[in-house]
Nanobody
Framework: QVQVVESGGGLVQTGGSLILACTAS????????LGWFRQAPGKEREFVSA????????YYADSVKGRFTISRDDAKNTVYLQMQSLKPEDTAIYYC?????????????????????WGQGTQVTVSS
């Protein structure tokens, strides 16, 4: 069982920055496809960004492209989401998700169904 834990959420003003971190247990972290999703009150969970293992191809939702950057440190079993130029509409609970590509193929890294392991989420609030 892979344990996923997010950290780094908080309250920030419009235009500010935050860095979210997510650690995932397991000895094959370099094989994990890792994704960030978010869910605002009353809305469905949506894709934010993802990064594949073994090469690190990255993906971004159009709404965050150019403002958010995903990266990973396999030595620390950690994935980061650097968020800049934050807007009130970025307010949500941010979830980290992992999928072990040694045991399954991840075809669409922006799909919730592709991920087997999820964290509890961290709240990001952007004030106007």
């Amino acid at each position: 069982q892979v344990q996923v834990v997010e950290s780094g959420g908080g309250l920030v003003q419009t235009g500010g920055s935050l860095i979210l971190a997510c650690t995932a247990s397991g000895r094959a972290f370099e094989n994990y496809c890792l994704g960030w999703f978010r869910q605002a009150p009353g809305k469905e969970r949506e894709f934010v960004s993802a990064i594949r293992g073994n090469g690190g191809i990255t993906y971004y939702a159009d709404s965050v492209k150019g403002r958010f950057t995903i990266s990973r440190d396999d030595a620390k079993n950690t994935v980061y989401l650097q968020m800049q130029s934050l807007k009130p509409e970025d307010t949500a609970i941010y979830y980290c998700a992992a999928s072990d590509t040694a045991s399954r193929i991840v075809t669409f890294a922006d799909e919730i169904s592709e991920y087997d392991y999820w964290g509890q989420g961290t709240q990001v609030t952007v004030s106007s």
